[in-house]
């Protein structure tokens, strides 16, 4: 069973910033790609950053702004974001592309919200 655990996110002003850190335990054999989506209601879950090895992918529009990296514990990651904006709040959901003894699949954490407002 693989669990993932978000934490960091609230309440910034536009302008400010937050970290979010995401860990990934259980029985992985590989871990491919970690990363996060975000999510406003009625829109469908978008691709925020995600990281495979020293290779990383961002949206346009958070590039120059968030930054995608290995945590110090093993299977983790972060996002510094910076310079946020209104259009930055949303639900961001870490996510784990991992290989078990059995299968790769996704994994996904329950969500952690970050809101920007003055």
């Known amino acids: 069973q693989v669990q993932v655990a978000e934490s960091g996110g609230g309440l910034v002003p536009p302008g400010g910033s937050l970290r979010l850190s995401c860990a990934v335990s259980g029985n992985i054999l590989l871990l491919h790609v970690m990363g996060w989506y975000r999510q406003v209601p009625g829109k469908e879950r978008e691709l925020v950053a995600r990281a495979s090895g020293s290779l990383t992918d961002y949206a346009d529009s958070v590039k120059g702004r968030f930054t995608i990296s290995t945590g110090d514990a093993k299977n983790s990651v972060n996002l510094q974001m910076n310079n946020l904006k209104p259009e930055d709040t949303a639900v961001y959901y870490c996510?784990?592309?991992?290989?078990?003894?059995?299968?790769?699949?996704?994994?996904w954490g329950q969500g952690t919200q970050v809101t920007v407002s003055s």
């Open positions: 996510f784990a592309d991992a290989r078990t003894s059995t299968s790769r699949e996704n994994y």
